[in-house]
Each structure stands twice: as structure tokens, then as C-alpha cells.
């Protein structure tokens, strides 16, 4: 055939496209009719603008500042590649104020509204959170979607953090083996996942380190793996390591830098060194701050020592004696 090259078969294979009962598979599938749809017109929309990363100065890396998050001004724009945090629930003793529903998000929002200026195009945000009350039960995940649509954040989904298998949910059963008023017991957290201006971001030629094992469990909406014992750790709120540690697995590569507005104990920074990522963490108690180094310099020096087994005795042909490599 003249006038160009055709490489492989000439047989095209059609691709899938959304109908009204769905789609049964997803080879070549063009959604742009259901995302062009009226649906979609008043939500945040994805901003086609090239990768911008700012390097953060070596110094201010793998550092846990005795400030408010409000202000971040030690981060330049686009530095952070994830932001994994849970916010503070009673914000009122720290910041010396009992705040209204209104407030306590505005006060998030001043949060949020830097962290979107931090993050890489494409950075994620994500936000471990639990709803609270009963009378009547307060939503805060949803009023923190609303927030962060609001700040033009897009939203990739919310996964499930099942915790029944070590949590001990509220013994406030209400009206007890009764329909008159029964109270449902909160076994579960939401972890809410948002990006900057676009979904896919740059790599850089980075490593990714998920094995295919972790992708196909991680990338499922409900996660099922303890609690952290807040009197094991000696913070009132702490989350496990194993929460930041699958976000940074699913959602960052190698040698890049992990954000906690709220590091609290210092988990997400732990979670961190241990996926061989940096990281930078806020928190306005002096008391919580020196709680954070204190276990991630404890971590990293049992995480970087070598073990006895990690001693690998080698033969020296030339005199016969054993000599040991700790590399």
C-alpha cells in the first residue's frame, strides 16, 4: 500500500463505549459521552497544564516543624508529590477556641487551600476522617468533600477503612433489642482521595515499589487492618502506619516527598522512611512535635540497622578466614 507504513494486523478492533445499561468491558473505552454529559457541568474540571515540580531545599526534608499548616511558607508551589493526614477532631483545646461547625471547616479549608498549592500537578490529598455524634450524627466526610470541591480539587474516590477486626465499636446500643431508638455503631473510617488539577501526573523515570500483589489489593474501595492502640503510641487520635504506608505505595514513587499537616505522632513520616520516601510534617503541639521525632528517630535506627542475619559470612580464599559484609 503507498503513502504509509501499517504495522501488525489490518484488522481494527473496535473499542467499548458507555451505553445506558454499561459497559461489559473496557477495551478502548471511550467515555467522553457520559463525561460530557450535563452530570459532570458543575464540577471541578481537569486542567491540561504541563508537570511543575520545585525541589524542597535539603534541609527543610525529613523534618517535622512546630507550626500551623495554615501557612506553610517553608514549601515552595508544586514540591509535594502526597498529602496523607487526619485531621484534628477537637481542635478546640489546642487553639485555645470551641469552634462551630462553620469555623472548624473554614479553619480545614486554610489547610487545604495550602496543601493544593504544594502539591505537584497531579499530587494527591488524601484524608483519613471519621464521622462523630449521634443526636444528630455529623457527616464530616461529606462536608469535606464539599470543601475540597470547592477549592477545585478532583476527587478520585473514597475508600472504606473497615476496622471491625480489632476496633471496639460503642457499647450505646440506644434502645436495646427495641425499634424505638437503636444507634448504629461506627466500624469504619473514610479515607477520601483528591488531586490537583489533574489525574495523571509525571514520574520522572522514578521507581515505583508496589509489588502486583499490593496494586490489586490496594486499588479495591474497602480496606480491612487494625487500629493503632492510642495508649501503644501516646497520642489520643494516632492512625496505624499501615494507612499512609499503602497511600504512599498506591500513589507516589520512589525518593519522593510525603506531606502531614497534622502529623500528630508521626506515623505518615514513619510510613515514609520506611517506603524510602521523604517527608515534611506540621503540628502546632510542642508536645506532639517532640513525641514525632522521638519515634521516627527510634524507627529509623532500628529500620536502617543491619541484624545478625543480615551478616553474610564469606570465605577469604587467600588466608581462609571468614570475613563479614554488612553492605
Given at each position: ?140 466526610h461529606a462536608f469535606i468533600v464539599e470543601d475540597m470541591l470547592d477549592l477545585e480539587f478532583l476527587m478520585r474516590g473514597e475508600i472504606i477503612w473497615n476496622k471491625a477486626s480489632s476496633s471496639s465499636p460503642s457499647t450505646a446500643w440506644g434502645s436495646w433489642l427495641s425499634a424505638k431508638n437503636p444507634v448504629l455503631r461506627d466500624i469504619h473510617e473514610y479515607i477520601l482521595v483528591f488531586s490537583k488539577d489533574m489525574f495523571s501526573r509525571g514520574n520522572l523515570k522514578r521507581k515505583s515499589t508496589i509489588s502486583k500483589e499490593e496494586f490489586l489489593e490496594l ?109
Amino acid at each position: 500500500m503507498e503513502g504509509g507504513l501499517i504495522m501488525g494486523s489490518s484488522k481494527k478492533k473496535n473499542g467499548t463505549k458507555t451505553s445506558t445499561f454499561g459497559s461489559p468491558g473496557r477495551i478502548n473505552h471511550d467515555s467522553t459521552k457520559f463525561y460530557s454529559g450535563r452530570l459532570y457541568e458543575s464540577l471541578p474540571k481537569e486542567h491540561a497544564s504541563e508537570y511543575i515540580e520545585n525541589t524542597i531545599p535539603t534541609k527543610l526534608k525529613d523534618r517535622v516543624f512546630c507550626e500551623s499548616s495554615e501557612q506553610m511558607k517553608k514549601l515552595p508551589d508544586n514540591s509535594v508529590h502526597l498529602m496523607v493526614t487526619s485531621p484534628p477532631y477537637n481542635v478546640g483545646k489546642e487553639y485555645d477556641k470551641d469552634l462551630t461547625l462553620d469555623e472548624y471547616r473554614e479553619f480545614l479549608k486554610r489547610v487545604w487551600r495550602e496543601v493544593k498549592r504544594v502539591l505537584v500537578p497531579g499530587g494527591r490529598a488524601c484524608i483519613n476522617i471519621a464521622n462523630l455524634g449521634r443526636k444528630p450524627y455529623i457527616p464530616l466526610h461529606a462536608f469535606i468533600v464539599e470543601d475540597m470541591l470547592d477549592l477545585e480539587f478532583l476527587m478520585r474516590g473514597e475508600i472504606i477503612w473497615n476496622k471491625a477486626s480489632s476496633s471496639s465499636p460503642s457499647t450505646a446500643w440506644g434502645s436495646w433489642l427495641s425499634a424505638k431508638n437503636p444507634v448504629l455503631r461506627d466500624i469504619h473510617e473514610y479515607i477520601l482521595v483528591f488531586s490537583k488539577d489533574m489525574f495523571s501526573r509525571g514520574n520522572l523515570k522514578r521507581k515505583s515499589t508496589i509489588s502486583k500483589e499490593e496494586f490489586l489489593e490496594l486499588t479495591k474501595s474497602v480496606w480491612t487492618f487494625g487500629a493503632e492502640p492510642a495508649t501503644k503510641v501516646g497520642h489520643p487520635a494516632p492512625f496505624p502506619v499501615e494507612l499512609p504506608y499503602r497511600l504512599i505505595q498506591l500513589y507516589t514513587f520512589e525518593e519522593e516527598v510525603i506531606l502531614d499537616p497534622f502529623i500528630g505522632s508521626g506515623q505518615a513520616a514513619i510510613a515514609a522512611i520506611k517506603s524510602n520516601r521523604h517527608y515534611v510534617g506540621y503540628d502546632i503541639n510542642e508536645e506532639y512535635v517532640k513525641l514525632a521525632e522521638k519515634r521516627i528517630k527510634e524507627f529509623s535506627l532500628s529500620f536502617n540497622a543491619p541484624k545478625l542475619f543480615d551478616f553474610e559470612g564469606k570465605k577469604d580464599e587467600k588466608n581462609g578466614e571468614t570475613a563479614y559484609n554488612t553492605a
